[in-house]
Nanobody, 121 residues
């Protein structure tokens, strides 16, 4: 199983980034997928999830600013992040959560490499 997140970087407040997570070794079409983030000194939390049927949920401050999508042909999940602020600074990971409605759900797979997003104010 590989979950390879990419697309992070340094961006000014108000800017945008698009993250990608290429997966392999999983039944991508059958699994819910989610984007998690871990800010310095904080627990990792779910920010957006999409199930196999396309139902989507956003948690907390992601609502109205982030958009999650998936491409089953590419086994890839994306996160478009707009209007970024300093509180979005974190390492972002993808995984398959058991629940899309709680902040700290269990996940089906081990964690892969995350991608660092740094928002400067």
């Amino acid at each position: 199983v590989q979950l390879q997140a990419s697309g992070g970087g340094l961006v000014q407040a108000g800017g945008s980034l698009r993250l990608s997570c290429q997966t392999s070794g999983i039944s991508f079409r059958e699994n819910a997928m989610g984007w998690f983030r871990q800010a310095p000194g904080k627990q990792r939390e779910l920010v957006a999830g999409i199930n196999a049927s396309g139902w989507i949920n956003y948690l907390g401050s992601a609502k109205g600013r982030f958009t999650i999508s998936r491409d089953s042909a590419k086994s890839t999940v994306y996160l478009q992040m707009n209007n970024l602020n300093a509180e979005d600074t974190a390492v972002y990971y993808c995984n398959s959560p058991y629940s899309l409605i709680v902040r700290s759900p269990g996940t089906r797979f081990s964690w892969g490499q995350g991608t660092l997003v740094t928002v400067s104010s």
